[in-house]
């Protein structure tokens, strides 16, 4: 089956750095557009990243264009969330997702097919 384990949430002071990880396994991981989303407590999931296939095509939220970066390594099955001048607002649980299929609306949730269980980031101010 699928499975996508997300790694590197922790505590960090506002201005600082994070880097997540999602390993994914169960697919062929190539074949997927891979995306990162956040939800904080008693808020709707949102949109952060996601990248295309073969890694080519990045797109970004407005609220964290410029401050982070999303990259995949397709040997490795893996795709990142590099969080740069995180800010106390990014404090959510942050969730990796893939898609089967370039998703018509790369913002929407719906689209994406598979799920991990989450890693939670919490900036300090």
């Known amino acids: 089956q699928v499975q996508l384990v997300e790694s590197g949430g922790g505590v960090v002071q506002a201005g600082g750095s994070l880097r997540l990880s999602c390993a994914a396994s169960?697919?062929?991981?190539?074949?997927?557009?891979m995306g990162w989303f956040l939800q904080a407590p008693g808020k709707e999931r949102e949109f952060v990243a996601a990248?295309?296939?073969?890694?080519?095509?990045?797109y970004y939220g407005d609220s964290v264009k410029g401050r982070f970066t999303i990259s995949r390594d397709n040997a490795k099955n893996t795709v990142y969330l590099q969080m740069n001048s995180l800010k106390a607002e990014d404090t959510a649980v942050y969730y990796c997702a893939a898609a089967g299929r370039r998703p018509r609306d790369i913002k929407k949730k719906e689209n994406f097919n598979y799920w991990g269980q989450g890693t939670q980031v919490t900036v300090s101010s």
């Open positions: 169960g697919l062929t991981f190539s074949n997927y557009y």
């Open positions: 990248i295309s296939w073969g890694g080519t095509s990045t």
